[in-house]
Each structure stands twice: as C-alpha cells, then as structure tokens.
T-cell receptor, first 115, second 111 residues
Framework: NAGVTQTPKFQVLKTGQSMTLQCAQD?????MYWYRQDPGMGLRLIYY???????DKGEVPNGYNVSRLNKREFSLRLESAAPSQTSVYFC??????????????FGSGTRLTVV | GEDVEQSLFLSVREGDSSVINCTYT??????LYWYKQEPGAGLQLLTY?????DMKQDQRLTVLLNKKDKHLSLRIADTQTGDSAIYFC???????????FGTGTQLKVEL
C-alpha cells in the first residue's frame, strides 16, 4: 500500500548509544517531517525537509540530526541517546509545506525507549 | 509563534454527540485540520476547513470555525465506540507554512 513506512517499530537503547530511524514515502511527496509525540504535549516538530536537498530545524531539534537521502527517504539520527528522548517518533510527508487538500500522511511510528 | 490548544480528555456515551474544541493564535491560518489517531497508529486526516468558511459537514462530522475568536470545533454525531481515539487540531499559516498541531484530545466512548 502507498504511504509512509517507518523502521523500526520498536527500539530500546541504552543511554549514550546511537541509532538512526528510517523513513520512506512512495507518494512522490516533496516535503517530509519528523515529529515526536509525548503525553500531554501533542506533536512537536523536530526537523523537516521542504524539498530534496534541504533540511531545517523545527521546534525541538537538540540531540537530533537528519538526512534527506533522496526524494523518498528522510532519516533521523540520535547520536547519543538520553532518557529524555524516550518518545514515539512519527515521520510524515506532504506534497508541499502546509499542503491543504490532503494534509500530511503519517507513518505508524517508532516507539523508542532510552534506559 | 503559533500555538494550538485543546482540552486533554472528553468522555461521552455511545449514541451521544461529541464536541471537541480547539483554539489557535495564528490569525493568518489558511487551513485548519482535524486528525484522528487510533491506538498504536499514526495520525490520519479526518477533514479540513478553509479559513473563509464557517462550517463544513461530512457525514457524521461537522466542523465549525469562528475566525474572530480563533476557535475551531469538531462535532461527531451519534458517537460510536470506534470513534474512541485521540483527535488533533492543526493549522497552517499563510504562505505555505508547515502545520502546527495541538496537544490532542483523547475521546473515550462509553457504552
């Protein structure tokens, strides 16, 4: 099925370990996003990529890096994981920033626990 | 910056109507959205409304927009247990800005 695919679905890390969350979309969308979801705080934007070759910081970028590998793929890297990064991470894509007609398409999320 | 606020919880009985409210601060918002998140899943777009509209109806869903008060609501008629989920309000500013999401309202439907 067409959509946004995130891997892995679950991950447990020790403090200080690094990992990369992968995201791929097959809808030929230009824009891609990484959000984290924490109880009572909604979705907070970590980084986004308006188009292939560009990335920008969102609301909570500290401790993360991203790579827009090509039009399809947008990865999120935690260089040295901290317990405060325990969260559910969502990747999303859209035709363009603020696309109205179809909004954003979300992946099913990665549940990350840092111990 | 933009801010979108929602109450955290709402509980209704099956068959009743649910009204989920949202307030936003960006007066240049062009579109406003409602997303639904079921347990263990990502967000799915339910509906959206253009800022020059007051109301939009789509089957059991009615969206009301009060632009003067920057207030958006989602009414679900004849609420069913399958409507139990978290509902997020979101807005996009003028000029193609990215979406800003609210905190989400957890709707619980009781028998």
């Amino acid at each position: 099925n067409a959509g946004v695919t995130q891997t892995p679905k679950f991950q447990v890390l020790k403090t200080g370990q690094s990992m990369t969350l992968q995201c791929a979309q097959d809808m030929n969308h230009n824009s891609m996003y990484w959000y984290r979801q924490d109880p009572g705080m909604g979705l907070r934007l970590i980084y986004y990529s308006a188009s292939e070759g560009t990335t920008d910081k969102g609301e909570v970028p500290n401790g993360y890096n991203v790579s827009r590998l090509n039009k399809r793929e947008f990865s999120l890297r935690l260089e040295s994981a901290a317990p405060s990064q325990t969260s559910v991470y969502f990747c999303a894509s859209s035709e363009a920033l603020g696309d109205a007609t179809y909004g954003y398409t979300f992946g099913s999320g990665t549940r990350l626990t840092v111990v | 910056g933009e801010d979108v606020e929602q109450s955290l919880f709402l509980s209704v009985r099956e068959g009743d109507s649910s009204v989920i409210n949202c307030t936003y601060t960006d007066s240049s918002s062009t579109y406003l959205y409602w997303y639904k998140q079921e347990p263990g899943a990502g967000l799915q777009l339910l509906t959206y409304i253009f800022s020059n509209m007051d109301m939009k109806q789509d089957q059991r869903l009615t969206v009301l927009l009060n632009k003067k008060d920057k207030h958006l609501s989602l009414r679900i008629a004849d609420t069913q247990t399958g409507d139990s989920a978290i509902y997020f309000c979101a807005e996009s500013g003028g000029g193609g800005n990215k979406l800003t999401f609210g905190t989400g309202t957890q709707l619980k439907v009781e028998l």
